[in-house]
């Protein structure tokens, strides 16, 4: 059982254009949602993170939107840039509780020039 | 600072055989976890520890043992390797876990093994 989904493996956008990469989850139990970036050959790095009591958490070029009632959460990267290109894996987590991390599947980003 | 140290970078066994992964952390970070990466799975989490001497299933532990003896160091052990078990495992630690204290966000992962059971 899935929880925590991305439902596309990849995402193509040109430079300087707006990317958006999409997260749904079903555990309501979730208030905390992390976004990690990969690249190749190297672990995840954390990126953005945002509180169920936010709807919005902005990080220079990072933003992230979080819809409580459709149980989704979004990444936008503005402007793209080349260097974004790698896999960005959303996360979620309920605090206070046993220390478990739930990742999502991975979409993979390519920022053409 | 070298952060989170995984050794090997890559393995290649024989189905049956056993192995550790090793794993240390020099941060002082009370919480250390173990995740294998599989196509179109994402990351899983195996086993975590939230201190020396206490550790703790994840979503995925069949096949796989871990010890805590100190803060630093978080092995992963495979008893008889399966083909089942071919992937990236990456170790993550942070100061008290996701989901707890200031830093929910804060886990740091290593460069990952990647491990293939022929």
């Known amino acids: 059982d899935q929880q925590v989904k991305q439902n596309s493996p990849s995402l193509s956008v040109q430079e300087g254009r707006i990317s958006i990469l999409n997260c749904d989850y079903t555990?309501?139990?979730?208030?905390?949602f992390l976004w990690y970036k990969k690249y190749p050959a190297e672990g995840p790095t954390f990126l953005i993170s945002?509180?169920?009591?936010?709807d919005k958490n902005e990080d220079g070029r990072f933003t992230v939107f979080l819809n409580k009632s459709a149980k989704h959460l979004s990444l936008h990267i503005v402007p793209s840039q080349p260097g974004d290109s790698a896999v960005y894996f959303c996360a979620a987590l309920v605090t206070g509780t046993a220390s478990k991390l739930t990742f999502g599947t991975g979409t993979r980003l390519q920022v053409t020039l | 600072n070298a952060g989170v140290t995984q050794t090997p970078k890559f393995q290649v066994l024989k189905t049956g055989q056993s192995m550790t992964l090793q794993c240390a952390q020099d941060?002082?970070?009370?919480?250390m976890s173990w995740y294998r990466q599989d196509p179109g799975m994402g990351l899983r989490l195996i086993h975590y520890s939230v201190g020396a001497g206490i550790t703790d299933q994840g979503e995925v532990p069949n096949g796989y043992n871990v010890s805590r003896s100190t803060t630093e160091d978080f092995p992963l052990r495979l008893l008889s390797a399966a083909p089942s078990q071919t992937s990236v495992y990456f170790c993550?630690?942070?100061?008290?876990?996701?989901?707890?204290?200031?830093?929910?966000?804060?886990?740091?992962f290593g460069s990952g093994t990647q491990l293939s059971v022929l």
């Open positions: 941060m002082n970070h009370e919480y």
């Open positions: 945002i509180s169920s009591i936010k």
């Open positions: 993550a630690s942070s100061y008290s876990g996701p989901g707890q204290g200031d830093h929910n966000e804060k886990l740091f």
């Open positions: 555990n309501s139990m979730f208030d905390y």
